[in-house]
C-alpha cells in the first residue's frame, strides 16, 4: 500500500465515462461504473488504516456533458464539497462533435483542474482511449485527441495531479471491454480503468489491467452484419437525431450522488 494516508473522500467529474455507462445497474438503480469501484476500494482500504473514519463519496457526472457545461454545473459543487481525492474527465464528447474549438476545450478544461487542485489532495486526469484503433472513422479525431493529450500532460506536471494513460494499452481495442453501443465501456472495461486508477494512485495492483483478455471465439459474417444493423438502429440513429436536434442525452438529468455521502451506504 502506498504510503501517504488513506484518502477519507472523493469526488468526481465528468461525462457518461465517469456516470459509469453502461457498467452494471446497482440496487439504487445507477450504472455502477469505475468511479464507484474506485470508492469501493478507498473506502475498504481506509477502514483497514482505522481511527473510525467513514469514507464519503459524490459522482457528479452527467452523460453527454460538454467541457463547458462540466465546469459551469459541476466545478462550483466540486469545490464545494471539498474532497480529497478528485477526479476529472472531460473533452472527449467535444472532440467528438464537429467544429470542436480545442482552445476553448483547453482553456475550460485548464481553468477547472485549477480550480479542484487547490483544495483537493490529489487531482486524477485521464488520457481517453485511442479511438483510431477501435472507432469507424476515429482517424479523423486521431489529430485533435493527441492534442488534447498533450494538454492533459503538461497539466499532469504539477504537484498533486496523476494522469492516468489509457491511450497507450491496447487491451481496450477489445470489443469486449466496450458495451452493446460501442462508444461507453462494458464491466470489465470498467473495472480496469478502476485498477488503472487505483494503481495510479500507488495502491497494491489486484491483477494486470493492461493484460489481452483471451482470445475471442471468431464471429461469423451474417452475425456480425446483425450486429452493426441494430448498432446502427438502436445506438447511431438516436444519437445522429439528438445531435441535429441539439439535444442530449444527459438534458435535465441530475446527477447521481450530488453530495458527499457515507459510501458505501
Known amino acids: 500500500m502506498h504510503e501517504t494516508p488513506a484518502f477519507r473522500s472523493m469526488v468526481a467529474l465528468g461525462d457518461s465515462f465517469t456516470?459509469?455507462?453502461?457498467?452494471?445497474?446497482?440496487?439504487?438503480?445507477?450504472?455502477r461504473g469505475w468511479a464507484d469501484r474506485v470508492a469501493e476500494r478507498l473506502a475498504v482500504e481506509l477502514a483497514a488504516a482505522?481511527?473510525?473514519?467513514?469514507?464519503?463519496?459524490?459522482?457528479?457526472?452527467?452523460r453527454g456533458k460538454l467541457i463547458g457545461q462540466i465546469a459551469d454545473e459541476q466545478g462550483d459543487a466540486a469545490v464545494a464539497l471539498g474532497g480529497e481525492l478528485v477526479t476529472l474527465a472531460g473533452?472527449?464528447?467535444?472532440?467528438?462533435?464537429?467544429g470542436c474549438d480545442l482552445d476553448h476545450v483547453e482553456r475550460t478544461l485548464g481553468e477547472l483542474a485549477e480550480r479542484l487542485s487547490?483544495?483537493?489532495r490529489q487531482l486524477v486526469l485521464f488520457y481517453s482511449v485511442d479511438?483510431?484503433?477501435?472507432?469507424?472513422?476515429?482517424?479523423?479525431?486521431?489529430?485533435?485527441?493527441?492534442?488534447?493529450?498533450r494538454f492533459v500532460g503538461e497539466l499532469g506536471k504539477r504537484d498533486g495531479v496523476t494522469v492516468v494513460d489509457l491511450f497507450h494499452v491496447p487491451a481496450?481495442?477489445?470489443?469486449?471491454?466496450?458495451?452493446?453501443?460501442r462508444l461507453h465501456f462494458s464491466a470489465e472495461g470498467h473495472r480496469r480503468v478502476a485498477e488503472a486508477v487505483l494503481q495510479a494512485l500507488s495502491y497494491e495492483p489486484s491483477f494486470d489491467w493492461r493484460e489481452p483478455l483471451p482470445p475471442a471465439a471468431p464471429v461469423g459474417r451474417v452475425t456480425k452484419l446483425r450486429a452493426d444493423l441494430r448498432w446502427l438502429r438502436?445506438?447511431?440513429?438516436?444519437?445522429?437525431?439528438?445531435?441535429v436536434t441539439g439535444k442530449s442525452s444527459g438534458d435535465g438529468r441530475p446527477a447521481k450522488r450530488p453530495t458527499l455521502e457515507r459510501f458505501p451506504a
Do not use: K
Not at 234 to 243: G, K
Open 118 to 120: 487547490t483544495g483537493a
Open 19 to 31: 456516470e459509469g455507462m453502461c457498467d452494471l445497474v446497482g440496487p439504487d438503480g445507477h450504472f
Open 91 to 98: 473533452g472527449l464528447n467535444d472532440v467528438m462533435r464537429p
Open 131 to 149: 479511438p483510431s484503433r477501435r472507432m469507424r472513422g476515429g482517424a479523423r479525431l486521431l489529430p485533435q485527441t493527441l492534442r488534447l493529450q
Open 50 to 62: 482505522g481511527g473510525g473514519a467513514e469514507f464519503r463519496y459524490a459522482n457528479l457526472a452527467v
Open 172 to 181: 481496450f481495442d477489445d470489443p469486449r471491454m466496450w458495451a452493446e453501443d
Open 234 to 243: 438502436i445506438h447511431v440513429w438516436p444519437w445522429l437525431v439528438r445531435r
